[in-house]
């Protein structure tokens, strides 16, 4: 599986984003998305994740109410439409795909592929 991430760049607060994550090499319909982030000197963290039909959501609670997931099988591809961005929303944004599970879930070790990384900075 291969993803790459796109969407990322320089926002005023209360600004908004739209990330892209397009898949490919397994077929998308099959398996959940999620969305983590990195911000320099701290572990990756869990954003937003979305089951294998969209059908099911799950946000952390830094993000919620302001983010929100959603994909599209047909363009194998999965979202992240972020609002109202705040500057400690500032970091490295990565897509990943876990194969064996179906249902959204918000843990780094349970994805099985990640996307290169697109940036986000927030400014004040």
């Known amino acids: 599986v291969q993803l790459q991430a796109s969407g990322g760049g320089l926002v005023q607060a209360g600004g908004s984003l739209r990330l892209s994550c397009a898949a490919s090499?397994?077929?998308?319909?099959?398996?959940?998305m999620g969305w983590f982030r990195q911000a320099p000197g701290k572990e990756r963290e869990f954003v937003a994740a979305i089951s294998w039909n969209g059908g099911s959501t799950y946000y952390a609670d830094s993000v919620k109410g302001r983010f929100t997931i959603s994909r599209d099988n047909a363009k194998n591809t999965v979202y992240l439409q972020m609002n109202n961005l705040k500057p400690e929303d500032t970091a490295v944004y990565y897509c990943a795909a876990d194969l064996y599970g179906v249902a959204p879930v918000p843990y780094v070790s349970e994805y099985d592929y990640w996307g290169q990384g697109t940036q986000v900075t927030v400014s004040s």
């Open positions: 090499g397994r077929t998308f319909s099959s398996y959940a």
